[in-house]
């Protein structure tokens, strides 16, 4: 017998002790009959699921795992991995890199980071073959993308705690891409990928290869991937034209039974156009179009004003078309993107019970969006003497001055900055991973036992660029342009007085009139930051399926520890720490570490039960100590039926950026109660050392059939309760604005600052502090089904998702609780059901694949009173609204696959449409507040697809 086969007999018999024999439908999820006759023929390595560290497979584990295979992922139809797992029902409100263009000034852009249950990013916890993977940005989000795709075998998705198994941040659940170790041989992938617009188009190339050395003894294994794509730079879509948007309605008072909000189409902005809007004052209305070519000053016009009031920043019906061109839609719908990974592995079989292995990676990701066509929402002061005005208001002016008291000095304008580039981001990031580590197998005191031990460091470097965003003193010396009283140039009023200031006037009055040396002036360089993650991970671990046996048989135990440490520091210059209009960096500096052990055992009960219990105590350098615990049974009366129960504690530690943030700051609107005035501020959000760890408590009750009567079928249904207590939060600006003005909460107003602006006080800048507030809490029921059949001379395998949400309760402590089950608009949508059907039918050399995904209808807000007419007042808790329905919506993806021969190669051709019927995304009233809100899809890009038909197709070989 060889030493391999040797290995591999110890760890089957293990595995076989333990009680982990691979249950039909897992094998059904991963399509691997050859797996099936192993089993029964010999001795294979055993199989370790996600969320135990004692080897189980998904349907007998107490906590329910979601097996994904690599076949099920390329017939797919997605350009990525985290794009396919994104479809699943139970993942929710990920990030990824179309989504994410927004996130400018936290570096965030670009990033594919998994949600599970809608609980956030920050709750999921991310696994490359069951270790931690270092994050790509300070919140901790971990980009799927760094991982070796041409490698991975499958992907299981726990959806349920498991931080007494792997610690921190395993509240949602877990997802853990499995590497296939033991390829053997060489393949590759070209996939070439367009929209039915013919844009977005995209180019995937992957080359991996693995071979064995030094008699079987050793394994080494390499993958590259080059990915490249041209963006979708504004969201060129006829959908979303219509001008659909959620507004406070101009026309409510709390008597005259009309409802609060309002959401229709023909909806624009009221205090901006492209070339400038007066917004108050005698002058209101005008605004300023194309420059003259004759006079060189810009064309006047009168603003035909909808629905709306004088301080709304909405208006219905009117010239809303005009006001807003250049700014609506204006933010990426995809971004470009160049991405290159390269991994490498290699396994060397010490003895026959002592392997060593060492793993390295390194990945390089650039990615350019746009944010939006930056406007001024009713906030540009212009004099009275401004040069670039067109005679006819500068006639305007001087006869009412002439005529009434006090004298028109300035106006306040707002524009959508025509002329101007939009404004956007350009990161760029390296993240490399090294890995050491070792496994074996040993005999102490008439025991079996496996052990593993590895050391990883991994390090992001982050370099987190602006552009096309302006220096806002540069910009009020700029706009502040004058004829100079001897020479009789238009210039900046500062040069005047300095005539060696620099300053070059910008004429922001009309269209077209902004100069290339205008922009040097004000936009001089982009600010950036450069930041580097470190992440060390040492850990061990020891198990045996027999430590002691009981009336039931064997109790397997497995035990371990695991030191960790998260480090973040960075660089700025001074010159780009304050004064932008976006980004405003700070250096975010600090670190904490964490010790902590687990034990963990599988005890039979009696025959067909089991029991599943977990203990971890971590340490905390920052926070303190804290326990996570699990405790599950699985009960099978009967081979076709199972039953399986699991509570636990876990708990989320906070992260890098809820810790340190310095307080980066942005740009933002809000609307101010009780007017409802839109008023530009600049938002700062820091972190806080005062934040402890959430804890959850989590209840998963589940039924697992197979039924004997018919092979190849297995069904699951599974409800899940997870409550948080003491969730890690911040309070938006809007709700600290509505907090304060509405509801007289002191502590809120305190984080309000505020600038003199002639005699009126206007806000200048909200704080946002994360804190520990009250609750979260989720409930609702996965189900999921597969079967496979023979059918004619093929294969037919079917599987269904679905998630189904019952409560999604967020409750902050002061404000007033907010249901998301059933809501459809938000980053926190939770539609009550959303599914995926897939249906794929192979033959000998042709397979094709049917999938249908979707979500169900929803609403806005749960609290909110639907009505037209005769409304009650609304309150801050229950709003009215005039249309509180949002459609749900279902896609349609088909592929097809074709093997052949190529010389020495196999190859597949294969061809997938997503989406095929090319079908739009429901319409979704965003807003009210937001000056962001007109240049961002009039959908939910979380829950609606946006980019229409996609086409993907390509080739694979394999040597």
């Known amino acids: 017998m060889s030493n391999v086969t040797s290995r591999l007999s110890l760890r089957a018999a293990i595995s076989n002790r333990l009680g982990a024999t691979l249950a039909c439908a897992s094998l059904i999820a991963l399509n691997v009959e050859a797996q099936e006759t192993s089993v029964a023929e010999g001795p294979i390595d055993s199989v370790t699921v996600t969320g135990s560290r004692i080897a189980r497979d998904g349907y007998d584990a107490p906590t329910p795992v979601s097996v994904l295979g690599a076949e099920e992922i390329q017939t797919s139809g997605t350009a990525n991995v985290a794009d396919f797992v994104n479809t699943l029902p139970s993942v929710l409100g990920s990030s990824t890199a179309s989504n994410s263009s927004g996130a400018l000034s936290n570096g965030q852009a670009g990033i594919a980071a998994l949600n599970l249950r809608s609980l956030g990013t920050n709750r999921t916890l991310v696994l490359l073959d069951g270790q931690r993977s270092v994050a790509s940005a300070s919140t901790g989000a971990v980009d799927i993308n760094t991982f070796p795709q041409a490698l991975i075998e499958r992907v299981e998705i726990v959806t349920g705690g498991a931080s007494a198994a792997y610690g921190s941040d395993a509240v949602g659940g877990v997802v853990n891409f499995i590497l296939d170790r033991d390829f053997t041989g060489v393949k590759t992938d070209y996939e070439y990928g367009v929209t039915t617009y013919d844009d977005n188009p995209n180019h995937t190339f992957t080359l991996a290869a693995g071979m064995p050395f030094a008699g079987g003894r050793g394994h080494v294994l390499f993958s590259s991937e080059y990915f490249t794509q041209d963006g979708v730079h504004t969201i060129d879509r006829d959908w979303n034209e219509s001008g659909f948007f959620q507004i406070n309605n101009p026309n409510y008072t709390p008597t005259n039974g009309e409802p609060f909000r309002l959401v229709g189409g023909g909806i624009g902005p009221s205090q901006h156009t492209p070339g400038g809007l007066i917004v108050s004052g005698p002058l209101r209305g005008t605004y300023f179009g194309t420059i003259d070519q004759t006079t060189g000053r810009a064309t006047v016009g009168r603003l035909a004003y909808g629905t709306t009031s004088a301080s709304n920043p909405w208006m219905i019906g009117g010239d809303w078309e005009y006001t807003s061109q250049g700014h609506a839609g204006s933010n990426s719908l995809a971004p470009d993107e160049e991405r290159r990974t390269i991994f490498g592995r290699a396994s060397f079989e010490l003895t026959p019970a002592v392997e060593v292995f060492a793993q390295v990676s390194h990945n390089e990701y650039q990615g350019l969006s746009y944010y939006q066509q930056t406007p001024n929402v009713g906030n540009i002061t212009i004099r009275a003497d401004n040069a670039y005005l067109p005679a006819s208001v500068v006639q305007q002016i001087a006869q009412y001055n002439a005529a009434n008291d006090p004298d028109i000095t300035s106006f306040v304008m707002g524009s959508t900055n025509a002329g101007i580039p939009a404004a956007g981001s350009n990161n760029e990031r390296e993240v490399n991973r090294y890995l050491l580590g070792a496994d074996g197998d040993f005999a102490l005191i008439g025991r079996d036992w496996h052990w593993d031990t590895y050391f990883q460091r991994g390090v992001s470097k982050l370099d987190e660029r602006l552009i096309n965003t302006w220096n806002n003193a540069r910009m009020a010396l700029a706009q502040d342009a004058v004829v100079h009283p001897t020479t009789g140039e238009i210039v900046c009023r500062s040069s005047i007085a300095d005539p060696s200031n620099g300053c070059v006037p910008i004429n922001r009055i009309g269209i077209g009139g902004v100069t290339q040396a205008a922009l040097d002036y004000v936009i001089p360089s982009n600010p950036y930051r450069e930041q580097e993650l470190t992440q060390d991970v040492a850990a061990f671990n020891f198990a045996t399926n027999d430590v002691f046996s009981t009336w039931a048989g064997p109790v397997s135990l497995a035990f371990g520890g695991e030191w960790r440490k998260e480090k973040i520091e960075g660089f700025v210059e001074k010159q780009y720490e304050t004064g932008w209009l976006y980004g405003n960096y700070l250096v975010t500096k600090g670190d904490y570490h964490v010790t902590e052990g687990y034990i963990e055992t599988v005890a039979p009960l009696w025959e067909g039960l089991d029991f599943n219990g977990a203990l971890r105590f971590t340490d905390y350098s920052i926070s303190g100590n804290v326990e996570t615990w699990k405790a599950g049974l699985t009960y099978q009366p009967i081979p076709d039926l199972k039953f399986r129960v699991t509570s636990s504690k876990d708990i989320r530690a906070p992260n890098l950026n809820e810790l340190f943030a310095a307080g980066t700051a942005r740009t933002n609107t809000v609307n101010v109660p009780p007017s409802n005035q839109a008023v530009q501020f600049v938002q700062k959000q820091t972190g806080s050392l005062l934040l402890q760890p959430e804890e ?162 929803g609403v806005y807000n749960n609290s909110f009173i639907e009505c037209t007419s005769n409304c009650p007042t609304s309150t801050v808790e229950h709003r009215t609204i005039n249309d509180n329905d949002i459609d749900g919506a279902f896609y349609l993806d088909m592929s097809a696959t074709y093997s052949f021969t190529m010389g020495p190669a196999d190859a597949e051709a294969f061809l997938s449409i997503r989406n095929l019927f090319n079908t739009d995304p429901e319409l979704v009233g965003n807003g009210p507040d937001g000056n962001n809100t007109p240049a961002y899809p009039q959908t939910n890009r979380i829950l609606y697809d946006t980019m229409g038909r996609v086409f993907r197709l390509g080739v694979r070989m394999s040597f």
Do not use: M
């Not at 507030?773 to 998702?801: M, P, V």
């Open 696 to 857: 959850a408590e989590s209840l998963g009750i589940g039924v697992v059939v197979t039924p004997s009567f018919a092979p190849g079928l297995a069904f699951s249904v599974d409800y899940f309760d997870i409550e948080i207590e003491d969730a890690i939060g911040t309070v938006t600006a809007q709700n600290t604005v509505d907090l304060c003005f509405e509801q007289g909460v002191q502590s809120f107003c305190d984080n309000i600052s505020y600038v003199s602006v002639g005699d009126v006080q206007q806000i200048s800048e909200i704080l946002l502090v994360p804190f520990n507030f009250a609750s979260q809490r989720t409930k609702g029921l996965d189900i999921e089904a597969s079967y496979r059949l023979q059918l004619g001379h093929g294969d037919l395998s079917l599987r269904g998702l679905a998630t189904h949400y019952i409560d999604n309760i967020t409750d902050n402590g002061i404000d007033f609780p907010v249901d998301y089950a059933g809501v459809n608009q938000g980053g926190n949508a939770t539609p009550s059901w959303s599914y995926r059907l897939s249906a794929t039918y192979a033959l000998d050399v042709l397979s094709f694949s049917v999938i249908g995904r979707g979500v169900s209808s």
